[in-house]
């Protein structure tokens, strides 16, 4: 069974006793808006760097908001699932698989101020002095991906992997998951791996963190452009608090937030935009109708 699936079934097994027992009418009064977030780093660091964004959000809803970080993608799709989170930050590709799971839609995504646009890539990094110059070079190497419902974290660079004709299941000396593209930073910085996979945005932020230095590094691959990550709301929420919700996002400015740095705006964006992330699955060959 595909390791995504499983993660899915495991998460789904652990939270449908929640959703099952139900969490208060979907249409119940809403005092409290609960925005999940994804754990790119650990879970203090990021309501941290979420600060400003919550505040906005508070200011231009005139409403108390509160910010969750699952352990995984899994637990930000279930919290959604289960009425836990109104509103949720997602990976453009767990985005896809949540839809297959639960009521969910994308309604908007953040442009950031570096890069001024509205997608962004995957990468396979390696340090210079690895001797790692193309992907053919990692055979038999130590190799790390991120989580395995994360986009530009595994799913896109493995999808690229298989492109190339080469199997990553078969292909490297070992594989491991670490949780997060800043621990992937340090794994290659650190020589526990030979090389990793990393969101381009979050490789930015790991320099200027000073968790890895860019001229020890090399690039062996980067994917096309992905749709950034979407947020989403659950679509049982009433229509007028979907309206105060999206000119809420759509009314913040100048703000900086978690691994995405600062952020000139968000822009409305829909599902339809995510079928890049459709396409990618059938080369993986995944099946989203039974990853329930």
Known sequence: ???????FLRSTALLAAAAAAGAGPAAAQISVLRVGLIPSEDSRAMLEASGQLMAALEKNLGMKVQGFVATDYNGVIEALRANHVEVAYLGPFSYVLGTTVAPIEAFCTA?????????????????????????????????????PSSTSGHLFPKAGLLQAGIDPDKFFGRVLFTGSHDANALAVANKRVDAATIADRIYDA????????????HVVWRSGPIPESPTVWRRNLPEEL????????????????ADQGKLNRFVETNDAAYDVIRQTAKVLNLDLTKMK
């Not at 979907?242 to 937030?257: E, G, Y």
């Open 1 to 7: 069974m595909d390791t995504t699936r499983r993660g």
């Open 111 to 147: 442009e950031t101020a570096k890069a001024g646009r509205t997608y962004y890539h995957s990468q396979i990094i390696t340090l210079k002095d690895s001797g790692i110059r193309k992907l053919e070079d990692l055979k038999g190497r130590t190799f790390a991906f991120v989580d």
């Open 206 to 217: 790991a320099v200027a963190k000073k968790l890895i230095d860019p001229d020890k590094v």
């Open 242 to 257: 979907k309206a105060r919700v999206r000119r809420a996002f759509l009314d913040i400015r100048d703000i900086t937030w």
